[in-house]
């Protein structure tokens, strides 16, 4: 027993985080290039600051980031000698498509992936790429408020269709959206909504709506991916994290819940095809008026998910108590403390558990195979006098995770697909913004304000990672 023979083991980047070379080969402007380091970045990232293009006095880290664009053949071939057998990547809309509304594409741009996938194929490494990881031209942000308007739904299939017609046969494995759910706590970042000049109940349809174009989205991305070739499979991606009631209270149960569904209701309808009940009723009750057309149901219907992918970084807590206040902190999901759990540098908290109980509930649920497709652990590596970068914590985190993960096929019996550990590479944080949260196997020389020279080091936990992909899992 144990994993099964093919499962795809890798690491996991995404372009706006990796590439940097925002505007080298005519590559158009995206919301995830206007996200500043600094105290800033949390209104913009939440839709409350206006960033709609770069301002003196800002960093803008993903202007740069660690030059992926470049240097992709140099960090292929590491992660080749790690043995992957898997890299998830994202492809950057703007490459393809400046604008956003074009009638042609970006040669350039589509030359730019193809070659990508290329160095996958020369190493056996299968892509698993994510079409949209958070980026949305900022032309069709200021033009049509992004998501918010159904007219998005119309560039996106073109830009899905594109791709999907130029890769195939290099690339089966997709995911639509990163983290659809991000849209309900990172409405900028997660999906281009800037929504400060709005009311709360105004900015709750707004989110709402969006969200509805996303899932219609989703769902004719699934349709022509398999209609261009039958092979594809197509995921939907969801930021995992159960929330644990805080007592047995049964309120507490309860709030817990009803917090879970704030992100399955995204699961639901890719993976269902419908609206879940509840999410129809907390429209109708809540005053939340959302516009359906009226093929949207069959669409929905129609084309669901092949597979369930998600990140799992933490568990959450739920309370119906108001006294319980201490929160975490350092990510966009709030949750009460779990005095149960310890914490890293940045207040995430350490749940390896959480992640066999997520497995498991997400296949009670779906009954779909599921991919792990972001796991790991941000952590502030320095090299010792030598050079060395011992990050035995890394690697304690990852094991206890994936011991979690075995668990959950071993003794539950989930199908798990494959593990793709996050920012494999060290690359720019997408909460904080900062470089010096590293989660990588592969050092970057770069801080966080985008000095240094940008050389590759093995870290310890590379040629860990290496056995344990050797040993399919067996070493743990
Ligand atoms: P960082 C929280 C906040 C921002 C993005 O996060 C997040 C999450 C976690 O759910 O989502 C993913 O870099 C995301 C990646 C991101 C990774 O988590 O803030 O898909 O882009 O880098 C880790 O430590």
């Not at 956003?100 to 790429?129: A, H, Q, S, T």
């Not at 690339?171 to 659809?180: G, T």
């Not at 709750?204 to 022509?224: G, T």
């Not at 952590?379 to 035995?392: K, L, M, Q, R, Y």
Request: hydrophobic share 35%; with cysteine; charged share 25%.
């Amino acid at each position: 027993m144990g994993f099964p023979k093919n499962f795809l083991w890798g690491g996991a980047t995404a372009a706006n985080q990796y590439e940097g070379a925002y505007n080298v080969d005519g590559r158009g402007l995206a919301n995830v290039d206007l996200l500043p380091a600094g105290e800033d970045r949390r209104a913009v990232v939440c839709g409350e600051k206006k960033m709609f293009d770069f301002q003196d006095g800002y960093f803008y880290p993903a202007m740069n980031a660690i030059d992926g664009y470049h240097r992709y053949k140099e960090d292929m071939a590491l992660f080749a000698e790690m043995g992957f057998k898997t890299y998830r990547m994202s492809i950057s809309w703007t490459r393809i498509f400046p604008n956003g509304d074009e009638e042609m594409p970006n040669e350039k741009g589509l030359k730019y992936y193809e070659d990508v996938f290329k160095e996958c194929k020369k190493y056996n490494i299968e892509p698993l790429v994510t079409i949209s990881h958070f980026d949305v031209p900022m032309y069709l942000v200021e033009k049509y408020g992004s998501w918010r308007s159904r007219e998005m739904i119309g560039f996106f299939e073109k830009y899905c269709r594109t791709i999907l017609t130029r890769y195939k046969g290099l690339v089966k494995y997709w995911l639509v959206f990163n983290e659809i759910n991000m849209i309900l706590h990172a409405p900028f970042m997660g999906a281009g909504l800037y929504i400060g000049d709005l009311d709360e109940k105004e900015a709750e349809r707004v989110k709402y709506q969006a969200a509805h174009h996303e899932l219609v989205a989703n769902a004719l991305a699934v349709k022509i991916a398999h209609e261009i070739d039958s092979e594809n499979q197509v995921g939907c991606m969801l930021a995992g994290g159960k929330h644990y009631p805080y007592s047995c209270d049964p309120n507490d149960v309860l709030v817990s819940q009803l917090r879970d569904r704030e992100d399955y209701f995204f699961s639901d309808v890719q993976a269902r095809g419908e609206y879940p009940s509840y999410m129809l009723r907390k429209f109708e009750r809540e005053g939340i008026q959302v516009d359906f057309e009226e093929e949207d149901i069959e669409i929905l219907k129609e084309n669901t998910v092949d597979f369930i992918s998600f990140s799992y970084y933490m568990s959450r807590v739920g309370t119906a108590n108001p006294e319980i206040a201490e929160q975490t902190t350092g990510n966009v999901f709030d949750s009460v403390k779990n005095p149960y759990l310890p914490s890293s540098e940045w207040g995430w908290q350490i749940d390896p558990v959480g992640m066999r109980v997520i497995l498991v509930e997400l296949y009670d649920r779906y009954q779909k195979p599921l991919f792990v497709v972001e796991n790991g652990l941000g952590v502030n590596d320095i090299p010792d006098s030598e050079g060395n970068i011992n990050d035995d914590e890394r690697i304690n985190y990852l094991t206890d995770h994936m011991k979690a993960m075995k668990d959950a096929i071993d003794l539950d019996g989930v199908p798990v697909m494959g593990y793709t550990m996050w920012g494999c590479i060290d690359i720019v944080s997408a909460g904080s913004g900062e470089m010096k949260k590293r989660y990588g196997f592969i050092y970057v020389d770069r801080d966080n304000l985008g000095n240094g020279t940008l050389k590759r080091t093995k870290k310890k936990s590379f040629d860990w990672y290496k056995k344990v992909i050797a040993s399919n899992g067996e070493i743990l």
